[in-house]
């Protein structure tokens, strides 16, 4: 370790490109020097040998197709030349003082970030679209400093008074430069191992320290514990598509910061991935975006009027090892942005559910905001509290019970069964729950794949098909919709097994005759216990519509249906070589999801030869 801080003192006039980073509270940060090049896709990051450390911005997630608004924020990669460790105490000793910032506002008034909260709500999550939505709105202002001891100022003060960060950090190269104090890893790759960490659910600390039981007030929110939930969901999405034995569960934990107090969850699972590709797949984080993801960034385009830039994407940091690269990739979240005019912007988000109260998700930005704007000087200091929530061991608990009601497929080992000789299609209509899908019946011994709706053949040479859940309005004549209709009609003429899921479910009760039409209040991350094909079942729900009858058949092509008495809303049809669902037996919100995943397997393949393992 260098206590000379050479490197450190020679950053202030800003004429070398650099990045300091202290990773979880560590005694020491890391100083990094080096050359910046821009590339135009994460496959171009120069993984050459030498430590890169790569800003992302959230335009970048058009390489996995979805929506995002151009504003030129380059992909820009620091390649390490130099370096030195620190000790934090000899870096605050170095840095200089916080720079004055003036002239402060936002971009969107209380009021108007309101009614955009109420938009969203009722045109969005109540149309169908998802099951939460995070938009932003960034609070502004200006600096007569230079970039650079600017940030270097600015993370002194968070250095000193902000705690709990996964990293605290400062970057600097020419016309972007940043500093902040980020709460949450997006995903990390060592050693093969691949980690996130969803973080959802905020407790805005009163004045001091919180007490026990405001705490535990916090632990028994409903909308809390459903936030968490639902990212929790989306990165399983994630874990499986990079990790072949897919993503165990690790947690709720408690974390702590100055200002706020979340839950999280860690995932884990191990991938032979280039880092790269990891990250690529990994574009962004549920907890800045929402769910499903390729939705969300369509949301997040409608209703915010100009790009992102670094918010909400990464940091990627690539550490050479002897052989391959490890990756650590914290979310630009808490983080201001300065440019080189002296324009400093810090964006902030709410994570918008179907029981979000717009006030609380106005309170919920300025709390959020509230630890990057004190390190500005626009708060005043006095108001921060850095004391830790007092323990106590009733948080660990609740936060273990939370567990009782979520799937153990996903917190436990996977032990593969035998491999039965079937193979499935997993037909992707627009969610990534097709990930999870594929991965439980590759776990029941089915060999399945994947392959979007555009692409699908008509006539897949699998023993199953099945259809996949996703986002919108099941009446709509749109491409999407249309192509599945068309293939699970040619489907269910050749009389060859098929599952259909969610979304595919309503448009295969459609075309069995069946009314579909919202449902009073959207089911958007829902845990209830129904019946199906005559056997109870505790499962996670994700829609804002469903299939309505008021007998246990189908008008057409001869259903049995699977119904709630009291309102008539069909959760599942079935027929031979036919079954579907409209819960998703895949959500770690569906303890009973893989035995009933199993059972509708089983029963639709029987005509083609049940399900036994090959020898």
Same mark, same amino acid.
């Given at each position: 370790m260098s206590h000379s801080a050479r490197l450190l003192r020679s950053l202030t006039d800003g004429g070398r490109p650099f990045a300091i980073i202290r990773r979880q509270d560590?005694?020491?940060?890391?100083?990094? %020097?080096?050359?910046?090049?821009?590339?135009?896709?994460?496959? =171009?990051?120069?993984?050459?040998?030498?430590?890169?450390?790569?800003?992302?911005?959230?335009?970048?997630?058009?390489?996995?197709?979805?929506?995002?608004? +151009?504003?030129?924020?380059?992909?820009?990669?620091?390649?390490?030349?130099?370096r030195e460790t620190l000790d934090v105490e000899t870096a605050l000793d170095v840095l200089p003082a916080a720079a004055? &910032?003036?002239? %402060?506002?936002?971009?969107? =008034? +209380? =009021?108007?970030?309101?009614?955009?909260?109420?938009?969203?709500?009722?045109?969005?999550?109540?149309?169908?679209?998802?099951?939460?939505?995070?938009?932003?709105? =960034?609070?502004?202002?200006?600096?007569?400093?230079?970039?650079?001891?600017?940030?270097?100022?600015?993370?002194?003060?968070?250095?000193?008074?902000?705690?709990?960060?996964?990293?605290?950090?400062?970057?600097?190269?020419?016309? &972007?430069?940043?500093?902040?104090?980020?709460?949450?890893?997006?995903?990390s790759v060592r050693d093969g191992l691949v980690t996130m960490n969803p973080i959802s659910g905020t407790f805005r600390h009163p004045e001091g320290t919180p007490t026990p039981e405001a705490i535990l007030d916090f632990l028994a929110d409903e909308k809390e514990r459903d936030e968490?939930? /639902?990212?929790?969901?989306?990165?399983?999405? /994630?874990?499986?598509?990079?990790?072949?034995?897919?993503?165990?569960?690790?947690?709720?934990?408690?974390?702590?910061?100055?200002?706020l107090t979340h839950t999280e969850y860690? *995932?884990?699972?191990?991938?032979?991935?280039?880092?790269?590709?990891? *990250?690529?797949?990994?574009?962004?984080?549920?907890?800045?975006?929402?769910?499903?993801?390729?939705?969300?960034?369509?949301?997040?385009?409608?209703?915010?009027?100009?790009?992102?830039?670094?918010?909400?994407?990464?940091?990627?940091?690539?550490?050479?090892?002897?052989?391959g690269y490890d990756l650590d990739a914290p979310i630009l979240i808490r983080t201001a942005h300065l440019d080189d005019s002296g324009r400093v912007r810090v964006p902030v988000g709410a994570t918008l559910v179907r029981h979000s109260r717009p006030e609380s998700e106005v309170a919920e930005t300025h709390a959020k905001a509230a630890g990057v704007l004190t390190a500005l000087g626009v708060l005043p200091r006095a108001n921060a509290s850095i004391a830790a929530p007092a323990e106590d061991p009733r948080f660990a608990a609740v936060l273990a019970a939370r567990n009782d009601a979520l799937a153990p497929f996903w917190s436990t080992a996977q032990a593969p069964r035998p491999a039965t000789g079937a193979s499935a299609l997993v037909i992707d209509a627009g969610d990534d729950f097709t990930r999870m899908l594929a991965h439980q019946l590759n776990h029941l011994g089915v060999a399945a794949r994947v392959a979007d709706w555009s692409v699908a053949p008509d006539d897949p040479d699998e023993d199953l098909v099945v259809f996949g859940p996703g986002p919108g309005d099941p009446r709509r004549e749109e491409p999407r919709l249309t192509r599945l209709r068309e293939l699970l009609s040619t489907?269910?003429?050749?009389?060859?097994?098929?599952?259909?899921?969610?979304?595919?479910?309503?448009?295969?009760?459609?075309?069995?005759? *069946?009314?579909?039409?919202?449902?009073?209040?959207?089911r958007q991350g829902v845990q209830h216990t129904v019946d199906l094909?005559?056997?109870?079942?505790?499962?996670?729900?994700?829609?804002?519509?469903?299939?309505?009858?008021?007998?246990?058949?189908s008008p057409l092509l001869d259903f049995e249906l699977s119904r709630d008495p009291g309102t008539g809303a069909v959760h599942g049809l079935r027929r031979r070589a036919a079954a579907s669902v409209q819960g998703q037996l895949e959500s770690v919100l569906s303890p009973d999801g893989l035995a009933t995943l199993t059972r509708l397997v089983e029963a639709v393949m029987v005509p083609e030869g049940a399900l036994v393992p090959t020898q």
């Open positions: 560590a005694a020491t940060l890391d100083v990094l %020097v080096g050359d910046v090049a821009d590339v135009d896709r994460l496959d =171009d990051i120069p993984l050459d040998g030498e430590e890169v450390l790569a800003l992302v911005p959230f335009r970048q997630v058009r390489e996995r197709g979805f929506a995002a608004h +151009d504003d030129g924020a380059p992909l820009r990669c620091l390649i390490v030349r130099e004055t &910032v003036t002239d %402060v506002t936002v971009d969107i =008034d +209380d =009021d108007a970030y309101a009614r955009v909260v109420r938009r969203v709500i009722d045109e969005e999550i109540g149309a169908g679209e998802g099951a939460n939505f995070v938009i932003r709105r =960034d609070f502004r202002a200006r600096t007569q400093s230079a970039p650079a001891p600017a940030v270097l100022g600015w993370l002194r003060e968070l250095l000193l008074h902000e705690r709990g960060a996964y990293w605290s950090f400062a970057v600097h190269t020419p016309g &972007v430069s940043l500093v902040g104090a980020t709460p949450e890893r997006h995903v968490l939930v /639902m990212v929790v969901d989306e990165e399983l999405k /994630m874990m499986s598509s990079v990790c072949p034995d897919g993503g165990r569960m690790r947690g709720p934990f408690l974390k702590r910061m100055s200002k860690a *995932l884990e699972g191990r991938s032979d991935l280039d880092p790269r590709e990891v *990250l690529r797949r990994t574009m962004f984080a549920p907890t800045v975006t929402g769910s499903p993801m390729g939705n969300a960034c369509t949301v997040i385009a409608r209703h915010e009027s100009s790009g992102r830039g670094y918010y909400a994407a990464v940091l990627a940091r690539f550490t050479p090892k002897p052989r489907r269910l003429e050749s009389a060859r097994p098929l599952l259909a899921v969610c979304l595919s479910h309503q448009l295969l009760a459609q075309l069995a005759g *069946l009314e579909v039409r919202p449902l009073p209040e959207p094909a005559g056997a109870p079942a505790r499962i996670g729900f994700y829609n804002t519509f469903a299939a309505y009858a008021s007998s246990d058949s």
